[in-house]
């Protein structure tokens, strides 16, 4: 029946939503539509131009290309409204991780659920916002968490994921897991976001 696999994707990005998952890329599926919109859209072509040189189309043309044009319409809608779940998705991964692409891209278990499309994507996105945080970066850095404003400049936190040594404004840290260091948040904000680091006391 036309229409049932591009209706799938929708439910797919409804399932998505209530598990706060992304799913893999249903590369097949997208496929079909395109090719059952490409399939209306050539029948609707055939229907009109049987009727070309008259005045006025029968009935029946009538029905028939307001049936194909429906059709492709409602595909249409349902292959976009995929593809914006998916971005918003990407987009809310990105700030979940404090705007660290190669956080995002290393995970090999997210990587696998993307479209090399949907990468490109996230690589602009970041770019993009690269190029607007250093407009602002001396004042303030717009990726940084600010659900719990920062009480105190400095803060104690433990390595729950060893990172390595990390370069500050105060110097260097060499981040083993399970010790404790008393660190300038915003020196290791990203690393706090990532799952890195956990704030003990501020």
Known sequence: MFGDQALSLIVESRRSTQTDTLFKYNDEVV??????????????????????????????VL?????????????????????????????????????????????????????????????????????????????LDVAAGISEPPKDLRVVVEVVRECGTIQTETGSFDFKKDQRHRVIRSDVEHLIVQGYLKIIQT
């Open 31 to 60: 496929r079909n539509v395109q090719r059952e919109i490409r399939m209306l859209h050539s029948d609707l072509s055939d229907t009109v131009a049987s009727q070309s040189e008259a005045l006025t189309p029968s009935q029946p």
């Open 63 to 139: 029905c028939a290309s307001t049936f194909y044009h429906i059709g492709i319409r409602q595909n249409k809608r349902c292959l976009l409204a995929y593809h914006a779940h998916r971005l918003e998705r990407l987009k809310d991964l990105y700030w979940s991780s404090g705007g660290a692409l190669p956080h995002i891209l290393m995970d090999s278990d997210i990587r696998s659920k993307m479209s090399p499309h949907e990468v490109d994507f996230l690589r602009e996105y970041n770019s993009m916002i690269s190029d607007y945080r250093n407009d602002f970066l001396d004042v």
